[in-house]
């Protein structure tokens, strides 16, 4: 069966500091990927998805960047954190078309302080 | 553009009642898909039902149904039966078919099951 994995879980940052989330997904193979975020009383904006390794579709211009070094693998970095950065970020998978059922991953609160 | 409203910021029944969730969209396409996914206090995202727009009959899984009406561009949820454990925010999204295939979410309800 597939499982996603998101690491970390929470993660605490001050402002201006670098970011790394990773996300890992098993049992599938060339899956699309997504990154969402969900600020507070806001919905899920998708920030970008990828349809295949080295692929990255970005949705919504900011300082965050997206990477697909393998195929079953998506990071969401930063090079420097906005206060405005701080939400709950989940990973997504699907296999195939965008129209398949997405399949979240547990996500990582992320607070910038 | 494509938009999903969500009119009800929260709401509250009782457990066994029947409770409906409104969402409205506005598309000038034909072809989409339509979703209620739920997420539960634990934040994992759960798909509820979806419905294909060329479809009439209304979808169903278990307690849970909507009302799609096409031409009104609404899609609400209806829970019946509710049970404690729909306690979560529920989320109408849209998928437009054939373009850059986009999944668009509402803003969200948060549904209260009180015992």
């Known amino acids: 069966s597939q499982t996603i994995h998101q690491w970390p879980a929470t993660l605490v940052q001050p402002v201006g500091s670098p970011l790394s989330l990773e996300c890992t997904v098993e049992g599938t193979s060339n899956p699309n990927l997504y990154w969402y975020r969900q600020a507070a009383g806001r919905g899920l904006q998708l920030l970008f998805y990828s349809v295949g390794i080295g692929q990255i579709s970005s949705e919504v211009p900011q300082n965050l960047s997206a990477s697909r070094p393998q195929d079953r693998q998506f990071i969401l970095s930063s090079k420097k954190l906005l206060l405005s950065d701080s939400g709950f970020y989940l990973c997504?998978?699907?296999?195939?078309?965008?129209?398949?059922?997405?399949?979240f991953g547990p996500g990582t609160r992320l607070t910038v302080l | 553009a494509q938009t999903v409203t969500q009119s009800q910021p929260e709401m509250s029944v009782q457990e066994a009642e029947t409770v409906t969730l409104s969402c409205t969209y506005d598309t000038s396409e034909n072809n989409y898909y339509l979703f209620w996914y739920k997420q539960p206090p634990s934040r994992q995202m759960i798909l509820v039902i979806r419905q294909e727009a060329y479809k009439q009959q209304n979808a169903t899984e278990n307690r849970f149904s909507v009302n799609f009406q096409k031409a009104a561009k609404s899609f609400s949820l209806k829970i019946s039966d509710s049970q404690l454990g729909d306690t979560a925010m529920y989320f109408c999204?849209?998928?437009?078919?054939?373009?850059?295939?986009?999944?668009?979410f509402g803003k969200g309800t948060r549904l209260h099951i009180l015992p």
């Open positions: 999204a849209f998928l437009e078919m054939n373009r850059d295939d986009k999944i668009i």
């Open positions: 997504a998978w699907s296999a195939g078309a965008f129209y398949n059922e997405q399949f």
